[in-house]
Nanobody
Framework: QMQLVESGGGLVQPGGSLRLSCAAS????????MGWFRQAPGKERELVAA???????NYADSVKGRFTISRSNAKNTVYLQMNSLKPEDTAVYYC???????????????????WGQGTQVTVSS
């Protein structure tokens, strides 16, 4: 099992930015597909962005052009840069991982078998 620890959440005003980080344990991080999901109160968990082990990316339509997912295999870390934040981005953000080699991006939560504890992002004035 891979341990995932998210950080970087907090309170930000509309239009502001945050960068989330997800540090992963283990020595085979480069073989893992990674994803960021979020869940707002009363709503289902949804994909925000995902990145394959090969570096291909996929974004939810609601965040395209505002969020960027990236990974550092040297640091065993995946990042989510969030710009132009909106109140509707308020949610608990979760990092997810699954061992999966290749360029196909996994976009369904059921495809991931390792999850972090989540970090709260609140966008409010």
């Amino acid at each position: 099992q891979m341990q995932l620890v998210e950080s970087g959440g907090g309170l930000v005003q509309p239009g502001g930015s945050l960068r989330l980080s997800c540090a992963a344990s283990g020595r085979t991080f480069s073989a893992y597909a990674m994803g960021w999901f979020r869940q707002a109160p009363g709503k289902e968990r949804e994909l925000v962005a995902a990145i394959s082990s090969g570096g291909s990316t996929n974004y939810a339509d609601s965040v395209k052009g505002r969020f960027t997912i990236s990974r550092s295999n040297a640091k065993n870390t995946v990042y989510l840069q969030m710009n132009s934040l909106k109140p509707e981005d308020t949610a608990v953000y979760y990092c997810a991982a699954v061992r999966h080699l290749g360029t196909i991006v996994l976009v369904k939560s059921a495809q991931y078998d390792n999850w972090g504890q989540g970090t709260q992002v609140t966008v409010s004035s």
